[in-house]
């Protein structure tokens, strides 16, 4: 069966950074494009970024736009997203999911990425 792991969240101060990552299985992962998405308590999901299969496009929400880099090994069936320069309003429950963008069927339990002073 499909599951994704997350790990990697934690608490960062405002400016500091973190690496999330998702371990992949139950499926052929190269070939399936991934997405992170994020959700804040008593909110919905916001899409946050997505890559294709092969890692050579990647896609970001405005707002993450050159402080977070998605990349993904195939041959370890891990997605990454690395968070820099973070904000209190990147606080959130971070999932990976199969798919791309909002189109997507599967998503993990999920890691709570915390900036905060």
């Known amino acids: 069966q499909v599951q994704l792991v997350e790990s990697g969240g934690g608490l960062v101060q405002p400016g500091g950074s973190l690496r999330l990552s998702c371990a992949a299985s139950?499926?052929?992962?190269?070939?399936?494009?991934m997405t992170w998405v994020r959700q804040v308590p008593g909110k919905g999901l916001e899409w946050v970024s997505s890559?294709?299969?092969?890692?050579?496009?990647?896609t970001y929400v405005d707002s993450v736009k050159g402080r977070f880099t998605t990349s993904r090994d195939n041959a370890k069936n891990m997605l990454y997203l690395q968070m820099n320069s973070l904000k209190p309003e990147d606080t959130a429950v971070y999932y990976c999911?199969?798919?791309?963008?909002?189109?997507?069927?599967?998503r993990g339990q999920g890691t709570q990425v915390t900036v905060s002073s």
């Open positions: 999911a199969r798919g791309r963008e909002t189109n997507y069927d599967y």
């Open positions: 139950g499926f052929p992962f190269g070939f399936y494009s």
């Open positions: 890559i294709t299969t092969g890692g050579g496009t990647t």
